[in-house]
């Protein structure tokens, strides 16, 4: 199994979501976050002070899915999530040795 983490543009949300729902993918936690990468926020004028803003607001997606869906699920992620500028964000693929449905007690891929 593979736990897929993506950070995206917030706005990016909706599209996400229809498009993993599009492809049957039923399950996923979405957390907002902040943070920057390459694009080091930007500066913003409130009351005629300029501030930095160095931490954007971001969105997590994570899923835990089998091994023979992370190519077509992160495919769709990135397809869906793209704007083609700087910002877009990132995707992270980790291994995952176990998962246990609390309410049963699956396991492995049962458990998804």
Request: hydrophobic content about 35%; aromatic content about 4%; proline content about 3%.
């Amino acid at each position: 199994m593979k736990r897929i983490e993506a950070i995206i543009q917030p706005h990016k949300l909706e599209d996400v979501k229809e498009a993993l729902k599009g492809i049957g993918v039923d399950g996923m936690t979405i957390t907002e976050v902040r943070g920057h990468g390459r694009q080091k926020g930007h500066k913003e004028v409130y009351r005629g002070m300029e501030y930095q803003v160095d931490l954007l607001p971001k969105v997590k997606v994570e899923m835990v899915v089998p091994d023979s869906r992370q190519d077509e699920i992160t495919r769709t992620l990135v397809s869906a999530a793209r704007t083609g500028k700087i910002g877009d964000g990132k995707i992270f693929v980790y291994d995952v040795a176990e998962a246990i449905r609390i309410r049963n007690e699956d396991r492995g891929d049962a458990a998804l």
